[in-house]
């Protein structure tokens, strides 16, 4: 599956799952971050590190180390 940290700019994607230790996983979770979630990735800094997204109608950076602990679905039809 692939995982947030791979996927392009412009895309929206469904999370899927959260992996990681517990304290990774609910930091996510309390940024609003849960399955289920749609989340569009808006910007990635030039050495990849932030990631800028949009989930539940506000802009969110996150660490590339932290997206790659979310496993998401690309939805169809997005460039």
Same mark, same amino acid.
Request: hydrophobic fraction near 40%.
């Given at each position: 599956?692939?995982?947030? #940290?791979?996927?392009?700019?412009?895309?929206?994607?469904?999370?899927?799952? &959260?992996?990681?230790?517990?304290?990774?996983?609910?930091?996510?979770? #309390?940024?609003?971050?849960?399955?289920?979630?749609?989340?569009?990735?808006?910007?990635?800094?030039? =050495?990849? #590190?932030? &990631?800028? =997204?949009?989930?539940?109608?506000?802009?969110?950076?996150?660490?590339?180390? #932290?997206?790659?602990?979310?496993?998401?679905?690309? &939805?169809?039809?997005?460039?």
């Amino acid at each position: 599956m692939e995982t947030l #940290d791979n996927v392009e700019i412009g895309q929206s994607v469904i999370v899927k799952s &959260i992996k990681g230790e517990r304290p990774v996983k609910r930091r996510i979770m #309390d940024m609003g971050i849960i399955k289920g979630a749609e989340v569009y990735i808006r910007k990635i800094a030039p =050495l990849g #590190d932030p &990631i800028e =997204l949009t989930v539940r109608g506000y802009e969110l950076s996150i660490r590339k180390s #932290d997206a790659s602990n979310i496993e998401v679905e690309v &939805i169809r039809g997005e460039a």
